[in-house]
């Protein structure tokens, strides 16, 4: 049982690169989330995703897109990236009210 | 707004003591709340969750909802603790949006 599965692990982009951030959950949950982790400021929400079909704007939604595929499949995209994006980013999934998350190993980007 | 606090960005203690991890929280209803662990280069795992009152790995959290606190405890704490540990809440969303607090990072001295 993968759980969630995010590629790649590691990524350094130019500024002004783009690049699509993939994960994907085998746990059949309705809710899929996106994350970025910075040293001091824990983990903020960027977009997530309540159910197929449907996707929303978290607490720092700017400079990203996404893209909830299917059910399985949640996306994030970078359009022109800029060096305040480097971060590790985490794609996480949820059953149900009160269970919590399964998160993703996680994505190291850099923007130099 | 939800908001989560938690006042120690690090916090160390000797192998044996009594460790305890603060988390504080502000949120207008009834809310859910969790405890994460994230042990070096591995990702977040969910600790606790305070709807089922139970004890891993020897941590129990209790929540306060008179002191809106979500406190991290272990009486006696071991190397293999150290690790990040993120208090975290879910709101009334449709989705069960996480609000995580800035992290506590939880050293074991031998």
């Known amino acids: 049982n993968a759980g969630v599965t995010q590629t790649p692990k590691f990524q350094v982009l130019k500024t002004g690169q783009s690049m699509t951030l993939q994960c994907a959950q085998d746990m059949n949950h309705n809710s899929m989330y996106w994350y970025r982790q910075d040293p001091g400021m824990g983990l903020r929400l960027i977009y997530y995703?309540?159910?197929?079909?449907?996707?929303d704007k978290g607490e720092v939604p700017n400079g990203y897109n996404v893209s909830r595929l299917n059910k399985r499949e949640f996306s994030l995209r970078l359009e022109s990236a800029a060096p305040s994006q480097t971060s590790v980013y985490f794609c996480?999934?949820?059953?149900?009210?009160?269970?919590?998350?399964?998160f993703g190993s996680g994505t190291r980007l850099t923007v130099v | 707004a939800q908001r989560v606090t938690q006042p120690e960005k690090l916090l160390s203690v000797f192998k044996g003591a009594p460790v305890e991890l603060k988390c504080n929280y502000s949120?207008?209803?009834?809310?859910?709340l969790f405890w994460y662990v994230q042990y070096s280069r591995q990702r977040l795992q969910l600790l606790l969750r305070h709807i089922s009152r139970e004890s891993i790995k020897g941590f129990t959290a209790d929540l306060n909802k008179g002191e809106t606190s979500f406190h991290l405890k272990k009486p006696f704490a071991q190397e293999e603790d150290s690790a990040m540990y993120y208090c975290a809440l879910s709101g009334l969303g449709s989705a069960r949006q996480l609000t995580f607090g800035s992290g506590t990072q939880l050293t074991v001295l031998p």
């Open positions: 995703s309540a159910s197929e079909g449907t996707t």
């Open positions: 996480a999934s949820s059953e149900a009210q009160g269970y919590g998350y399964t």
């Open positions: 949120y207008s209803g009834s809310p859910e």
